[in-house]
């Protein structure tokens, strides 16, 4: 009996906690623009998810939010941003995506005076000198997953290695990332076309060129058909890529091509912390499948911004960057703190696709790269 | 660049000409026959896509699935034609086109609204995977031989249904005068039905077969729609012998120029420019060639329209 007393106290501690430190600071009024139809609504519709159900965990009645759907368009993207901002009064905005989408809204909200949140698009442009005070990735810097895909080939001792990424921005920052730290050679270099389903011809190349190892950055749809394509085309060099193609959504879709490749990411939801171990089962409970990596995001993305609510009030600005930029939540990737380019210091893990059960899934088996911050630093001129 | 890897490209190739032509086969068909511009062509071809993965996960099998594509993208297409298409034959192309393109966002959505917004499994046979290795030592994966297999067979079929069955006759006659044949007492409402179904039909047959190695989700239709009717703008609007060539000179190109592009331009500039600027000329390469076919023969390369 006593002992059972005994842990109800602590337990009710936890919930009379959160409430006693919630100063009120006003609302907070966010605008979501995301991804939620289209191609690539599974990242968003992630992203989004995560999002809520932190929110409603936190069950913190001053974060009022609206919830857009740019359909992968950035004139659609920045309509909407300039709905949220001219007419819906927003404070804040997040949830983009794609690169190219980010690049169009985000200057021009934080140039207005808006923070913005990034759950996943983090390209160079604004890392290095477009760098902003109000612009905060959650996320990741664009070239780091590539950047420990690299590492990661150095560690498993591969000397010769194919690479390829689709010919658009994020995809030359792919490659670039990955020779940042790669040391062997390269025995083959190719750029696909964006949204290219068949990859026939580079699985031709990549069996003629005399590789010892394919890394490949090939988000989405595209990844799946390489995969299948690969698996059957009776190479069995190994494979190495960023989480994008490998993330929760899609492993089902590609089955057991997959198994066994070894990718790069920030996440898995088998890492050990507590705020991650409550955050895949409560994510598991209220949706019914397996968190991503972009869900983990979304929810990490909000948690930031719940932190900040909690120490200052939105109207003030320097106080409100200085409370984001403090980081002071419970990230589910465990350590996470900013760099001065507002972009994160973290771990960068190596997983291996695996089978459990019916599910494919992902499992932790290293650490590529430790405190990883990004190459952008210096070019950024905040303090 | 090694005879193997040639060799191994061209039959890529022709493998991604012979999917092209499924798909281009009934666009043609029902341009030629009605004067209809189908922007929904590529929705049928995502219906037998899905169709075939459902089919695929509750019976594991994958001829069945490969039927229930045929029969889901039938169904869709006759289902079109009767409610919407059929008002759509005496409106200008502006019309078809504003019809068909609301079509499509339809078939996304709804899809999406059964489906979900992740892509499905679908997989090769365990009987049809893996290379086999063809004389010269050249390893080639089965299924892509199935496939450029199952195209030849398709274009046999319909040559065969064209020349040789009443059926054939009517597309035909329907082709070039439709007055006369309503006239002559042929159910010219259903013949264009029929004619839609059967496009629709390998429109989702090519979307099964290709959903297996590729990605089965929601807008997978569009890119392939774009480059069958390059297609047939190439090969001469209504003809399915200039929908097959134009289909197999698409699918050449587009597998042989990535490959050779790059090497071509390494020969004057530095490795890294020479891909950036070989990928890209390669991913234009069959517009110009289109282009140029277009110069030389503006109906196409067996258009019989002026």
Redesign the interface.
Known sequence: MKLRYLAIVPAMAAFALPAMAQSDNGPVRVGMITT????G??LG?DVRDGFLLAVKQAGNANLELVIEDDQRKPDIAVQLADRMIQSDNVDVLTGIIWSNLAMAVVPSAVAQGKFYLSPNAGPSALAGRGCNANYFNVAWQNDNLHEAAGAYSNDAGYQNTFIMAP?YPAGIDALTGFKRFYQGELSG?????L?Q??Y??EI??I??SGADSVFFFLP???G??FL??YA???IDLPVVGPAFSFDQ??L??????ALGVINTSQWNKDLENAANAAFVESFQAEYGRLPSLYASQGFDTANLLLSAMDVAPVSDMDAFQAALKAADFDSVRGDFAFASNNHPIQNIYVREVVQEGDIFTNRLIGVAMENRSNAYVEACNLP | ??A??LA??VL?GL??GMMLFLTAAGLTLIFGVMGLINLAHGSLYMVGAFAAAAVAAYTGSFLLALAASIAAAAAAGALVEVLVIRRLYARDHLDQVLATFALILIF??GT?WIYG?????L??PPYL???ITLPGGI?Y?L??LTIIGVGLAVALGLYGLITHTKLGIRIRAGENDREMISALGVDIGKLYTIIFALGAALAGLAGAL?G?????????GE?VLILAFVVIVIGGIGSIKGALVGALLVGLTD??G??FLPCLFGLFLE??SA??IG??LA?MLIYILMAAILVWRPSGLYGVRA
Do not use: W
């Open positions: 939620l139809s289209g191609g609504a599974g519709i010919n270099e190719l750029l696909t076309k949204g389903t068949d026939a011809s031709a190349q069996r003629a989405g749809g595209m799946i058909s299948k394509q059957d085309s009776g959504g899609i089902q879709a590609v089955g057991a091509a | 660049m090694s193997i890897l191994e490209q890529n493998q991604s996304s959505e999406r917004s992740f892509p499905l499994f997989n090769i995977s893996g290379p390893q994966p299924y892509r290709v297996a190695i590729q990605s089965v989700q929601v807008g997978m890119p597998t042989l990535p490959l490795p890294a891909a950036t990928a890209s991913s």
